[in-house]
């Protein structure tokens, strides 16, 4: 629909789990980034990747680990996680990184911590 | 501090009807502003942006919003409301901050339009 997939789009995993999910973009874009979507809160800025390169962490806990191989792919590694991580996570792509050009979302992956 | 404030968990109106969805912000120097929407179990869509010019701004779907440089706002409009408008409504700001672009969301609006 806008260009940029996830998988999957919905998981579920104990906290002793490792899972990763996955993001591509189609658009030729050239900064991707990772955000959560809880509940009544505002969406949370995790992790910008621009040219391949990490240039924003907003003090995300390390049990979130990103990997950025190639402009089109984008991956979020999870390990350890606890139930408050339960969330709506949501990828997105932009040419340039922010500024006057807008990001386009994938449609989310749900993620559930029992 | 930069934020972005929608003072409305909920907007509801009836089909047909005009409807506005508030948007103020709060960032120093000159801020891009964009609305998205977001669909039950779908990615937010980009609606529209306002970067230089014209205050008003055009966007998808018949949506229109007005930039008020002296009340800091940014109200989504639409002259006649379709029940398949209804959707999660983001308000969002491009401020320059800490060597780099942030995209700074409001908490965002549902829009409920009744039959």
């Known amino acids: 629909e806008t260009g940029v997939t996830q998988t999957p789009r919905h998981l579920v995993m104990g906290m002793t789990n490792k899972k990763s999910l996955k993001c591509e973009q189609h658009?030729?874009?050239?900064?991707m980034y990772w955000y959560k979507q809880s509940a009544k809160k505002p969406l949370e800025l995790m992790f910008v990747?621009?040219?391949?390169?990490?240039?924003e962490n907003n003090s995300v806990p390390s049990r979130f680990s990103p990997e950025c191989p190639n402009s089109s792919h984008l991956f979020l590694h999870l390990h350890t996680l606890q139930p408050e991580d339960s969330a709506l996570y949501l990828c997105?792509?932009?040419?340039?990184?922010?500024?006057?050009?807008?990001?386009?979302f994938g449609p989310g992956t749900r993620l559930t911590v029992l | 501090a930069q934020s972005v404030a929608q003072p409305e968990d909920q907007v509801n109106v009836a089909e047909g009807n005009p409807l506005t969805v508030k948007c103020t912000y709060s960032?120093?120097?000159?801020?891009?502003l964009f609305w998205y929407v977001q669909y039950p179990n779908r990615g937010l869509q980009f609606l529209l942006k306002?970067?230089?010019?014209?205050?008003l701004v055009k966007g998808s779907y018949g949506f229109e919003a007005e930039f008020n440089k002296s009340q800091t706002s940014f109200h989504l409009k639409k002259p006649s409301a379709l029940v398949s408008d209804s959707a999660l409504y983001f308000c969002?700001?491009?401020?320059?901050?800490?060597?780099?672009?942030?995209?700074?969301f409001g908490s965002g609006t549902r829009l409920l339009v009744r039959p």
């Open positions: 969002a700001v491009s401020n320059f901050m800490d060597s780099s672009y942030k995209l700074i």
């Open positions: 658009l030729g874009h050239n900064a």
């Open positions: 997105a792509s932009s040419q340039d990184q922010g500024g006057v050009n807008e990001q386009f």
């Open positions: 306002y970067i230089t010019g014209d205050n």
């Open positions: 960032v120093s120097g000159n801020p891009y």
């Open positions: 990747y621009s040219l391949e390169e990490r240039v």
